[in-house]
C-alpha cells in the first residue's frame, strides 16, 4: 500500500511540476515576443500558445503487475529450455503479433533466432526477472522452424490453431 501511496505522489508531484513549468514559462518575458504596441497580459495569468499540447495522461502500473520480456527464458511446457526473447514483432497498428526468440546452441554460438507467435507464449508465472515464460510448443517444433531474417518474409510458429495471418501491403 506504502508502494502506491508513494507513486500517486509522485505522478501527482510531476503534473503539478508541468504546470508549474508551464507558469515559469509563461513568466519569462525574456525570451516572449512582444507585438509593439500590444497591452502586456495581467499580472498572475500564464500566458498558454495556441499550439500548446495538452498535459499528458499518467497511469501507475504496480511494479508486480507488469514486467518487461526481452531477455527473458523461455521454457517449453515439459520444461526444456526454449532460448531468451530478443525481440517483439509489432504489425502496423501497433498490436504485438510475435516474439523472436534465440534458440539453441551456447553463449550464442549455433544459435539462430525464430519467430513464435504472441499467443503461443504464457506469462502467467512471470512475478520476477527470474522467471521463464511458457512456450505451447515442443523443442523439436522450434527446431523444425526456419531461422528469422530482418526485411525477409516473416514465417511466425504458432500454436495450433492460434495463428492469423498477417496482412502485407506492398
Given amino acids: 500500500m506504502r508502494i502506491i501511496a508513494r507513486l500517486v505522489s509522485i505522478a501527482i508531484l510531476a503534473a503539478g511540476m508541468a504546470a508549474g513549468g508551464a507558469v515559469r514559462g509563461a ?31 499518467v497511469t501507475i502500473i ?16 515439459a520444461d526444456e ?14 498490436k504485438v503479433r ?5 534458440f539453441g546452441g551456447f553463449l550464442g554460438v549455433g544459435s539462430r533466432k525464430i519467430v513464435v507467435d504472441w499467443n503461443a507464449l504464457h506469462f502467467g508465472k512471470v512475478a520476477s526477472k527470474k522467471d521463464s515464460i511458457t512456450l505451447e510448443l515442443t523443442k523439436a517444433q522450434v527446431a523444425a522452424a526456419p531461422e528469422y531474417k ?7 510458429l504458432g500454436a495450433s490453431g492460434t495463428l492469423q495471418p498477417l496482412q502485407i501491403i506492398r
Fill in 81 to 94: 529450455a526454449m532460448g531468451r526473447i530478443v525481440d517483439v514483432i509489432v504489425d502496423r497498428d501497433g
Fill in 62 to 77: 504496480g511494479a508486480s503487475d507488469a514486467h518487461g520480456v526481452l531477455g527473458r527464458d523461455v521454457r517449453s511446457a
Fill in 27 to 57: 513568466d519569462d518575458t525574456s525570451t516572449a515576443k512582444v507585438e509593439p504596441g500590444a497591452p502586456p497580459p495581467p499580472a498572475g495569468v500564464p500566458a498558454v500558445p495556441k499550439d500548446a499540447a495538452p498535459p499528458p495522461s
Fill in 98 to 102: 510475435a516474439a523472436v526468440i534465440d
Fill in 150 to 156: 530482418e526485411d525477409a518474409p516473416l514465417v511466425v
